[in-house]
């Protein structure tokens, strides 16, 4: 799909603040104790495009091993690109040089899925979320670093005396509130949020979400919502992305994907979050995968869901479907619609 192409997926009014072109890692497979020799690659993401627009939250879901979490640390640049571009205002990411990716750095933050092992045991809460203020030079004089530190901790529903607590003194949901105030330190303009309420009870992760979307509109905030529970990213996004085997498969505004999905294997993944009712669940449909996914260092020719798809055809073993807009802002990954 043509860059030209993907931004009509984005409404005049909407202007992308990541543009996503062609993205690719390969991880390399070796073999040798002394002399090692690539044997494999694994095809983590496999030519991925997609905008984010400024203030919005971009949901990207999939199986375990889908590619969503590399893609984000490809976004992060916590690791490198095999190939593509990651364009943050004018700037590609993919190959920037270390003091442009200092200056980014400023504006793109990330919280992580385990709230306990992303913090420093051995720093105290107000060290932690003081660090990056102290390492970007942001604000260098101590006393003014622990006021702010104290504001952040009160934003995210904190009392600034946790300043001076360990991070095993605290629960599971005021440690990742923890790690939404260092994210904020440095006032972002984008947030990943990498399984950011997975490891979290259900009452806390209401609390944690409701937090992210009160931050997201006070401070205009933009964020790519990593996860797997799709119950939480229809609460939360304003448009999702699915992906498959290092592949998108579909992207749609959230509504319309949950209402309307296109894609077989979107339509299965909805199928299989449960609805509160009983009735209700008896009696709809379960749209079940038949069979294991591929290895991404061997994946099928062609739909790289072909093997498991109930709507495949020959066509679908040789021919890669386009990344094509079949309805208004509703773009799909399959031949077959």
Known sequence: MSPKALNKNSSADSTPLIEIRDLKKYFQV??????????????????????????????????SGCGKTTTGRCILRLEQPTAGQIIYDGVDMANANPKELSLLRQRIQVIFQDPFSSLNPRMKIGEIIAEPMAVHGIEPDPAKRDKRVGELLTVCG??????????????????????????????????????????????????????????????NLTYLFIAHDLSVVRHICNRVAVMYLGNM?????????????????????????????????KTREHRIIEGEIPSPMNPPSGCVFHTRCPKAVESCKKDKPKFREIRPNHWVACSEI
Request: hydrophobic letters at 40%; charged letters at 25%.
């Open 30 to 63: 070796n073999e040798g104790a002394i002399v090692q020799k690539t044997v494999a690659q694994v095809k983590a993401i496999d030519g991925v495009s997609f905008d984010i627009r400024k203030g919005e939250t971009l949901g990207l879901v999939g199986e």
């Open 158 to 219: 904190l009392s600034p005396k946790m300043a001076d607590r360990y991070p095993h003194e605290m629960s599971g949901g005021q440690r990742q509130r923890v790690g939404i105030a260092r994210a904020l330190s440095l006032n972002p303009e984008f947030i990943v949020c990498d399984e950011a309420v997975s490891a979290l009870d259900v009452s806390i992760q209401a609390q944690v979400i409701n937090l992210l979307e009160d931050l997201r509109e006070e401070f």
């Open 249 to 281: 498969v579909e992207l749609a505004d959230c509504d319309e994907l949950f209402d309307n999905p296109l894609h077989p294997y979107t339509e299965a993944l909805l199928s299989a979050v449960p609805i509160p009712d009983p009735t209700i669940e």
